[in-house]
């Protein structure tokens, strides 16, 4: 059963950065759809960013292009994203998902019953 823990949520200043961090267990990172959500109060959930397993592809959502990265440290079996120049707006609970994946190709839709979720990290950006 593949369970994720979602790390170093945080408050942080306007244009500061910061990273969160996303054990995974039950499965091997690499083999894996990767990706990092948010929600906002009031709002819906969103995709931030995504990467399919191998990996070797990663895609943004515009809000967050240039500024944010997610990455895999495949010896710590962890999904990264690291987060810079932050606004008020990047504030919310920040979600791990994984979902299985083919090697090298695209991912899914993240609204699969298979898609698994961690418990939600909560980052806070002010002015």
């Known amino acids: 059963q593949v369970q994720l823990v979602e790390l170093g949520g945080d408050s942080v200043q306007a244009g500061g950065s910061l990273q969160l961090s996303c054990v995974v267990s039950?499965?091997?990172?690499?083999?894996?759809?990767m990706a990092w959500f948010r929600q906002a109060p009031g709002k819906e959930r969103e995709m931030v960013a995504w990467?399919?397993?191998?990996?070797?592809?990663?895609s943004y959502a515009a809000s967050v292009k240039g500024r944010f990265a997610i990455s895999e440290e495949k010896r710590k079996n962890t999904l990264l994203l690291r987060m810079g120049s932050l606004k008020p707006d990047d504030t919310g609970t920040y979600y791990c998902?994984?979902?299985?994946?083919?090697?090298?190709?695209?991912?899914?839709?993240?609204?699969?019953?298979?898609?698994?979720w961690g418990q939600g990290a909560q980052v806070t950006v002010s002015v």
């Open positions: 998902a994984s979902a299985p994946g083919e090697l090298y190709k695209t991912c899914g839709t993240w609204l699969e019953d298979s898609v698994v």
């Open positions: 039950g499965a091997e990172i690499e083999d894996r759809c």
């Open positions: 990467m399919n397993a191998g990996p070797s592809i990663t």
